[in-house]
């Protein structure tokens, strides 16, 4: 039985989707103003193993992961600037160029972290008319009022309002540092539509004029055209919860009755050295800075299973480091499994067959998967069954466990001397001059150092 960690619930409940065979599911997708950090990243290896789970499971998936190029404010509390907007400004950039070097960018990522692409990946750019539409009907049902500024949600209409946070209304009302706008009903009442100042790029014309959509409404338009007004899961990190996660729940309660999905799941953070990451202190490591540093990023896929999802994890070099050997280890040990002659009871290879869904099935509880992984990868008796088992979890692990174990470049300190030569080289080989190309690569043996030719251009090797 897969069990779930649900935060409607705040209990670990029994999976039960809609539709025995077909699991639909929501995951709120990145936004595209800069590089994803590997936090993000942490979101993203947690949806992937929550899909290969339900896979494992028999289950086929329709799963819709948005773009978000449009309405993302700059403050957590949903206000300020809109990211895109404030990064084409920044950078003189058209935004929608912007968003699509970031996605192509992310996607490069998800991919080498091993992250499959779920079936719909969807721009909020290009559902605006869906958006508009969705607003409408909130209106239409009274939920929403209009203001100078724009359509907001009217919080004080629904009573369930905050369920998926649970927090004490009226104390973060008074709590809250949200600038007064005298034209609110509420002070947690949140834009759904706002009407574009002059000198805004990102805009349509709509039925309230010339404006762009709120953050939160993509999400309610586009998993209601992909899956439905009623889907199973919805994932997210857990600083969605208190805000875009609740107004979710409240836009598609003002829409269509209902709150949409039946499981809402959430990741916890990932920090940096115990910190929070952030640009100024120079800790927002990427996939890129992960293989900048000499790792491959699958380790870093393999350090998030050495923790549960709902557990924070705390991202260092030495954690990573460590993360890379055991990848290694555990690749040596799956390749003597291949090679291996001896054999495996039918009843033990049963007892870890079970022993790895129970613990994938508990919510995911991936150190516990880890530790069947380990036992079986380490037993002295060599066995190709075992090899067979291991590729069987590998389909959920996604570790690469028959690649061969990844070594990190050393990089080759050279003189000004052996620059000199590798740069007279290069433009040699620019030239089409092969034999002063030639002639130098044999002068660069004499002097100790072997010259390789690659897609990236020369690299050299100590001999
Ligand atoms: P964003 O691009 O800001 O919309 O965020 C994309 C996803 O990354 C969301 O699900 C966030 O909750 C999640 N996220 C952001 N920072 C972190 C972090 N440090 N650790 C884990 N998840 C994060
Ligand atoms: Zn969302």
């Keep these: 039985m897969l069990k ?24 709120c997708g990145p936004t595209v103003y800069s590089e994803a950090h590997v936090g993000n990243m942490r979101a993203y290896i947690f949806m992937d193993t929550l899909r290969k789970t339900l896979k494992y499971n028999g289950y086929k998936l329709n799963h819709v992961m948005n773009i978000t190029d449009v309405g993302h404010m700059t403050s957590d509390a949903d206000e300020g600037e809109d990211k895109m907007e404030k990064a084409a400004r920044e950078t003189k950039r058209n935004p929608l160029d912007i968003a699509k070097e970031y996605t192509d960018k992310f996607l490069r990522d998800i991919d080498k972290l091993n992250i499959e692409r779920p079936e719909h990946i969807t721009p909020a750019t290009e559902h605006i008319r869906e958006m508009e539409a969705y607003v409408k009907r909130i209106m239409d049902n009274g939920y929403a009022y209009e203001t100078s500024k724009g359509i907001y949600f009217d919080t004080s209409k629904l009573p369930s309002y905050g369920e998926l946070s649970r927090v004490n209304l009226e104390k973060q009302m008074a709590g809250a540092r949200i600038e007064v706008d005298e034209e609110k009903r509420n002070p947690l009442d949140f834009a759904l539509w706002i009407k574009a100042p002059e000198n805004h790029i990102m805009k349509w014309d709509s039925i309230w004029g010339i404006c762009y959509p709120g953050w ?12 439905g007004e009623k889907f199973d899961i919805h994932t997210g990190g857990v600083d ?29 953070f990932l920090l940096m050295d115990g910190g929070k990451m952030s640009k100024s202190l120079g800790n927002c490591y990427t996939v890129t800075t992960i293989e900048e540093r000499g790792y491959e990023p699958l380790s870093y896929r393999y350090l998030n299973f050495t923790s549960h999802y709902r557990n924070k994890l705390n991202y260092t070099w030495e954690g990573i480091d460590a993360a890379q050997t055991s990848l290694n280890r555990l690749r040596e040990n799956y390749k003597e499994h291949v090679n291996g002659t001896g054999t495996v009871e039918k009843t033990e290879i049963a007892r870890l067959e079970q022993e790895f869904l129970d613990a994938i099935n508990d919510d995911m509880n ?23 088992l291991l590729d069987k979890f590998d389909t959920v692990l996604s570790l690469g466990m028959s690649l061969e174990p990844f070594r990190k470049e050393e990089t080759v300190e050279v003189d000004a001397n052996i620059e000199a030569l590798l740069e007279r080289r290069k433009q040699a080989r620019l030239n089409k001059d092969f034999k002063t190309s ?7 043996l004499s002097l100790g150092y072997k010259v390789i030719d690659t897609k990236e251009g020369q690299k050299i090797e100590k001999v």
């Design 366 to 388: 991936m150190p516990a998967a880890l530790a069947v992984v380990w036992e079986i990868a380490k037993n002295n008796n060599r066995s190709k069954d075992y090899a067979k």
């Design 438 to 444: 030639d002639e130098i690569r044999d002068e660069l």
């Design 4 to 27: 779930l960690y649900n935060t409607l619930t705040r209990s670990k409940d029994e999976f039960i989707p809609l539709d025995k065979e077909m699991v639909k599911m929501y995951s």
């Design 216 to 227: 939160h409404i993509e999400c309610c338009a586009m998993s209601n055209k992909y899956l």
């Design 240 to 268: 969605h919860i208190p805000i875009h996660h609740e107004n979710e729940i409240a836009q598609a309660k003002g829409a269509t009755g209902v709150n949409p999905a039946n499981y809402w799941i959430h990741n916890e």
